[in-house]
C-alpha cells in the first residue's frame, strides 16, 4: 500500500501543497485531478522523487520513500511515466524494452548497445504485446505516432515489474479514442494486482477507470471518492468541475468536464 501522509509541499512563500493525506492500495487504480495550480502535479512529483518534501512521509509498502531517488524508488518496484512520453528514439521500440528490462536486471544503464538485440527478447515480446505495440516491434521510436510512444512508455515502466504505478496524465494529448483504449490498459493493471495512481485532466480517462478519485484544490485534499459522488460534490463542481455541465441530473457529462 501506498501511504502519503501529511504531504506539505512549499516553494518559498507558496505552498503548493498543505498537508494531503491518502492511500493506495494493491489492485486499487486512483486518479488524482484538480484545476490548474491545485498542487496535484506537485504532489505526484513529491511521490516520484522529483521534489523533496517540506514536510510529511511517503510509504510504499511500509518503507519510507521521501528520502530516496527515483532510481531507489524503482528497485523498491515504484515506477513512473511522464507527461510528455519519454523514450529513446534512437532505438527500435523493441530495443526501448530490451534496454529498459537489461538496465532494471543490472540496477545501472546499459552502454554495450551492439549487444542489446539479443537481450531480454522474449520478456520484451511480451510487454509490447500487452501494450499493444507487437507489430510495431521493429520501427523506429522517432516515426511513432504519439499514442504509440505513450504505450512504448507505459512498456518501459513495466519492464521493470512494478509493484506501484505513477503516471503523470498518461491521456495527454491523445485522441478519444486512443484515450479510451490506453485508460482500460490501465484499469487491466491493476485489475491484475498493481496499485496505480494517476493524474489526469481528461475526464472521460477518470470516470469508469479510477477506482477513486481524489481532488485537490489549493494545495488541499477537497474531495475522494467515486467519479459519481465527486461529480456530485457542490464545492467540486463548484471550484473545478463547474455547474453548467449540461448534464441529465444523474452526473457530471463528462465531455464538458474534460475541459474543465
Not at 11 to 18: L, P
Not at 93 to 117: P, T, Y
Not at 132 to 149: F, P
Not at 153 to 181: C, M, Q, T, V, Y
Request: include cysteine; charge should be negative; glycine fraction near 10%.
Amino acid at each position: 500500500m501506498l501511504q502519503v501522509q501529511g504531504l506539505v509541499k512549499h516553494f518559498g512563500g507558496i505552498h503548493a501543497v498543505d498537508g494531503v493525506s491518502f492511500d493506495v492500495a494493491a489492485g486499487e487504480c486512483v486518479a488524482l485531478i484538480g484545476p490548474n495550480g491545485a498542487g496535484k502535479s506537485t504532489c505526484f512529483a513529491c511521490i516520484a522523487g522529483q521534489y523533496p518534501l517540506t514536510g510529511g512521509r511517503i510509504l510504499w509498502n511500509g518503507q519510507a520513500l521521501e528520502k530516496l531517488a527515483p532510481a531507489a524508488r524503482l528497485r523498491h518496484g515504484v515506477a513512473r511515466t511522464f507527461q510528455v512520453a519519454q523514450v529513446f528514439e534512437a532505438l527500435s521500440v523493441l530495443q526501448n524494452v530490451q534496454l529498459a528490462i537489461e538496465a532494471s536486471r543490472a540496477q545501472k544503464a546499459i552502454s554495450a548497445f551492439k549487444s542489446l538485440d539479443r537481450q531480454s527478447v522474449e520478456a520484451a515480446m511480451a510487454l509490447l504485446v500487452q501494450t499493444g505495440l507487437r507489430e510495431s516491434a521493429d520501427d523506429d521510436v522517432l516515426s511513432l505516432a504519439y499514442g504509440a510512444k505513450k504505450r512504448l512508455e507505459l512498456a518501459i515502466a513495466l519492464a521493470a515489474a512494478p509493484k506501484l504505478l505513477l503516471l503523470d496524465e498518461p491521456a495527454a494529448g491523445l485522441a478519444e479514442a486512443e484515450r479510451a483504449s490506453l485508460m482500460q490498459l490501465v484499469k487491466t493493471l491493476a485489475g491484475q494486482g498493481m496499485a496505480v495512481l494517476y493524474t489526469e485532466h481528461n475526464m472521460d480517462a477518470v470516470a469508469g477507470v479510477a477506482d477513486r478519485v481524489l481532488v485537490l484544490i489549493e494545495g488541499r485534499l477537497a474531495a475522494q471518492g467515486s467519479f459519481d459522488e465527486i461529480s456530485r460534490d457542490a464545492e467540486v463542481r463548484r471550484l473545478y468541475l463547474g455547474d453548467g455541465l449540461g448534464d441529465d441530473g444523474d452526473g457530471v457529462n463528462i465531455k464538458g468536464a474534460a475541459h474543465a
